[in-house]
């Protein structure tokens, strides 16, 4: 698998370079944002990771060009900052992970590994509850009669939910599941996520993502038909 990275800090960059090669991976490693994006029109990625804070052209206007050129392709972000309107520029672009420095480079290896591994498996998975059906293979949602196209993440967690509909989700069991770790920054993505979630089923009135606050969160599907709305 091909992976291009975008690091400015030539240090840390070469670091991490050297760690996801030894780790069987082909690394492309732009120095800046601008760099960056010369090598990924020069060649053919699997996985992208950037970070946010670079010169030239910071890592959100990269992965938006990038996004333009290759929709499918997956981008995790490097972040020193953990500000809720960085999170959500980052999912409005489609970013997949975030992780947020300083950071175990074994935790990016699972990461990748994890992404990489649900974005180019060749099942063609359909995962439905009531009128709602998501193509996991594809990244299509169809709920209330309306299509949407997911991130990768958004997919895990919307399939993490029906699979176990009509059971509580407790939040560190989800963020271990799906980001790999329990930690309060990724649990503020993870809330992004689920509200973004709530959105796109929002047509289908027999179910609700359903918060059991301060514990987890619940997919429940109206078992009489009736509006969960209404309730």
Do not use: H
């Amino acid at each position: 698998m091909k992976i291009l990275i975008a690091e400015d800090d030539r240090d840390f960059g070469s670091i991490l370079s050297q760690y996801v090669t030894m780790n069987g991976f082909d690394v492309t490693l732009g120095r800046d944002g601008k760099e960056a994006w010369e090598l990924f029109n020069q060649g053919k990625f699997d996985i992208c990771v950037f970070d946010v804070m670079m010169p030239e052209m910071d890592g959100f206007s990269l992965a938006e060009k990038v996004k333009e050129s290759n929709p499918e392709i997956p981008v995790i972000f490097l972040t020193a900052r953990s500000l809720k309107e960085d999170i959500i520029r980052g999912l409005k672009i489609g970013a997949d992970d975030y992780i947020t420095k300083p950071f175990d480079p074994e935790v990016l290896i699972l990461r990748i590994n994890n992404i990489l591994k649900r974005a180019y498996s060749s099942s063609n998975d359909e995962y439905r509850i009531s009128d709602t059906v998501l193509n996991y293979n594809t990244l299509e949602l169809t709920s209330g009669g309306i299509k949407e196209k997911l991130t990768l993440k958004e997919a895990q967690l919307l399939k993490m939910f029906i699979i176990n509909k009509n059971k509580m989700l407790a939040r560190e069991d989800i963020l271990t599941e799906i980001w790999g770790e329990d930690d309060y920054f990724l649990g503020r993505s993870m809330d992004v996520f689920i509200s973004r979630l709530r959105k796109y089923i929002s047509g289908d009135r027999k179910i609700d993502i359903r918060t059991v606050r301060g514990t987890g969160f619940i997919l429940e599907e109206s078992a009489d038909g009736q509006d969960m709305t209404m309730r």
